[in-house]
């Protein structure tokens, strides 16, 4: 390639990156919000779609746009960068990125349980969390399914020489189905586990909070730091715990909702996802449980996974009341 | 030595386009890191993008091997059998129009997550420019020295044309294929690690990525993107090298 | 040194060539060991004439060709075109020896060697085409023609592309060193004709037909200055409607 037509490439990519910094001080549209999600559409964001679908949130006068992004790790990106108003998030990776920089908080809670498990094939080589040694383990998300992983070994003696570790870039039950790994960390227990027993074989599930890792939030909303006096936000929390209400209180109408609006998903493995993750639901989305935060952050610095655990107001905020 | 400092001056004012980028757009640097600290990342994991480079090398170079010779073949198949043809040429313009991205999954799944699945990437991703190049040399071989040919051969003999004049005729076109290959290749490799790696560029970029460490991502982008040049530079060079009568010498002095 | 003479014989040549026929029912005699030159305008079909002997018959193109002794041609025609076809990767030795390396023969190099130096290109015999000029590329596409050693010798107005100097001197070479073998050249030069020929033939008209020219005297290469010449050339001028 000639040196002018590099040139122009860089400069061209450049232009696309550069308005998103000038564009964080855009005016606020007083009525839509733009919530970009974790990954597409599924039973996670159940809160949400019932929300939409059954009027919380425009009986909070609000608009509510929900947005699929190409890589799970945008999201936090891009309210940093002020291109959406919220995201879905992992708390794991909250505090990465929020020590590295990205001005964003925590003010509600999706998932209040730990959804990522190591999973392998029942009736495998792997019985017990000893058996990994000297095996080949898939993960998705680099930095923190190491740390997740490292915890977890720890706990059967071993040490992360002891495992050969393959990025599968989300492709973690084919991955397992073909037996080209013999474990995978970074599966969703509601999700990954119904998706192995729809192909008949199903999966044995070892869930990091039983095995030497801290319990945190799987699924969290942030927002831009210096957005927080935005009167639509509180509302957008009292409206997720509206909907999470109705969600346990008439789980059939909910999962119709849910569907209507994507009939793509009405297949078995979201019904069973959907009956696994309702429990899972957090029943207050705006509490905000400091300690273990700050226990986590604590765990993620003895993992080596963030360097220092910044105080939890930096990163995480129980929104004041509306009213 | 002169292009050389060409490079080194466009180079320079690359970087102070990066630089300005950053200062005047007020960019944070979990969107665009300033040259300096790119440059600070790239020092102190030498090795390690050493290390992931080399892996990505391998198969890139690899890839481009083996994606020539299938596509040389390939191209002399086309030209040479009618059978050939008509089973061939619709595999061949399928090769193109498959986005690449799409097969990825299924080539790691079949391959597993080695060598072996960034080879096929990159190999089908150099296919079709490489065939169809080569192919079309093939096919245009100057007329005058296919009717001198069959002057002097009492009984044709396809081979001897072939051999002796229609590939070396041919093979300026496949130099062409090639220098294609030599800047789509290196995608073909990384498109492979995104999706499922243990080693390689594409991996640390995933990586670095997801631990929000976009100095490293960066620099493992400017490894990448120098492993393209000199890849291509390389097969530039290995052309002149190998083709030195193509293109002809222009200063041919016109008397006796 | 050349073979024994042969004569062609050509019955009843026909062209068409997109809905017109160039011509039709045409004979052609080139009597053996001797140097026919073939004159005419651009497009009348000269080529098309010269590639049938040739045996380069395209579609649309007829007629009985074979040896005065009965037999076909085939493999007893050296070809020369316009462009000196030397392949660029080749040293000019190998591409004099391009023939036997065809054919499957193990080529004499001793032989090009000797043919290199009597067209006076023994210093190039190592260097690629495309560093000698095109006189010289001519020279060497004339020892190819040489080295195949065939007894007819197709040539299609091989030196109309170089300058007027080049073309005179590689004229005499050509008179020269093809002595004694059956030679078509075809020209659109009429001086080229009056130099070379034993014999010179117009092409014209449309369907075209062959008027013999009255042979001149003198050995060719002529001189060009020569009375005869001039006086043919003002004739022929005259018949190709010139003047």
Known sequence: ?323 | MKGLGRGLLTLAGLLLVWQGVVTLGELPPYILPDPSAVAASLWRNANSLLGHASVTALEIVLGMTLGTLLGGATALALGYSRRARRWLLPVLIASQAIPVFAIAPLLVLWLGYGLGSKIAMAMLIIYFPVTANFYDGLRHTPRGWLDLARVMLPEPRRWAVLRHIALPAALPALGSGLRVAAAVAPIGAVLGEWVGSSAGLGYLMLHANSRMQVDLLFAALLVLAALAVGLYFAVDAGLKRWLPWHPPNPETVETD | MAPAPLGVSLRAARLVYGGLTLFDGLDLELSGGCFTCLLGPSGIGKTSLLRLLAGLTAVGVSGELRGDDGLPLTGRVAYMAQQDLLLPWLTVLDNVTLGSRLRGERPDRERALRLLARVGLTDCALARPDTLSGGMRQRAALARTLMEDRPVVLMDEPFSGLDALTRLRLQALAAELLAGRTVLLVTHDPLEALRLGDHVLVMNGRPAILSPLPDLPGVPPRDPGDPAVQAAYRAILRLLGAT
Do not use: C
């Open chain 1, 1 to 323: 390639m000639s040196n002018l037509f590099r040139a122009a490439l860089l400069l061209l990519s450049l232009a696309v990156l550069a308005p998103g910094a000038w564009a964080a001080d855009s005016p606020v549209n007083d009525k839509k919000l733009t919530v970009m999600l974790d990954w597409f559409v599924n039973p996670d964001h159940a809160a949400l779609i019932v929300a939409q679908e059954k009027g919380f949130f425009a009986a909070q006068n609000l608009e509510v746009d929900l947005q699929t992004p190409a890589d799970p790790n945008d999201p936090p990106k891009l309210v940093a960068a002020g291109k959406v108003d919220l995201a879905i998030t992992y708390q794991p990776q909250l505090h990465i990125h929020v020590n590295a920089g990205l001005p964003i908080k925590r003010i509600g809670t999706l998932v209040a349980t730990p959804l990522n498990s190591l999973v392998v094939l029942k009736g495998g080589p792997v019985k017990t969390l000893a058996d990994l040694k000297g095996r080949k383990i898939g993960y998705s998300v680099g930095g923190f399914e190491e740390a997740l992983l490292k915890a977890m070994l720890a706990k059967a003696d071993l040490k992360p020489e002891d495992v050969t570790l393959v990025n599968v870039n989300f492709s973690l039950a084919p991955s397992l189905l073909s037996k080209q790994v013999d474990a995978v960390i970074g599966a969703f227990r509601n999700f990954e586990l119904n998706q192995l027993d729809l192909a008949k074989k199903p999966g044995q599930a070892f869930y990091p909070e039983e095995e030497g890792v801290l319990p945190y939030d799987e699924l969290v909303l942030v927002a831009n730091r210096d957005q927080l006096n935005d009167p639509r936000l509180g509302r957008f929390v009292i409206a997720l715990e509206q909907a999470t209400l109705y969600l346990l209180n008439h789980p059939d109408e909910a999962w119709k909702a849910f569907v209507v609006k994507h009939k793509d998903l009405d297949d078995e493995l979201n019904r069973r996802a959907w009956r696994d993750t309702l429990p899972r639901l957090a029943r207050r989305p705006a509490a905000l449980d400091e300690a273990r935060y700050k226990r986590f952050a604590q765990f993620l610095v003895k993992q080596g996974v963030i360097t220092v655990a910044l105080p939890v107001s930096n990163y995480a905020v129980q929104l004041p009341s509306s009213e």
